[in-house]
């Protein structure tokens, strides 16, 4: 991987993660959260996982649907 894209991509996949440490909001959580995901799944391409990035990608969409139903019921 180039070094830039490196950067750039850690530089994301941090962000990501100093935003779920910050949200309070299940909901703004969640996109932070998917924030640090964009940031990590180039990694996991690069080092030829390809199998892993592509069950990532089937399973997460999924997922998220699962825990925005749960946020929702939750609130009042």
Request: glycine share 10%; proline share 5%.
């Given at each position: 991987?180039?070094?830039?894209?490196?950067?750039?991509?850690?530089?994301?996949?941090?962000?990501?993660?100093?935003?779920?440490?910050?949200?309070?909001?299940?909901?703004?959580?969640l996109v932070s959260?998917?924030?640090?995901?964009?940031?990590?799944?180039?990694?996991?391409?690069?080092?030829?996982?390809?199998?892993?990035?592509?069950?990532?990608?089937?399973?997460?969409?999924?997922?998220?649907?699962?825990?925005?139903?749960?946020?929702?019921?939750?609130?009042?």
């Amino acid at each position: 991987m180039n070094e830039g894209f490196a950067l750039v991509f850690g530089f994301v996949a941090i962000l990501g993660a100093v935003a779920a440490m910050i949200q309070k909001d299940p909901f703004d959580k969640l996109v932070s959260l998917g924030i640090l995901a964009g940031g990590i799944v180039p990694f996991i391409v690069d080092r030829g996982y390809l199998d892993v990035a592509i069950a990532y990608a089937l399973i997460v969409p999924i997922a998220t649907i699962f825990i925005l139903l749960v946020c929702r019921r939750g609130c009042p």
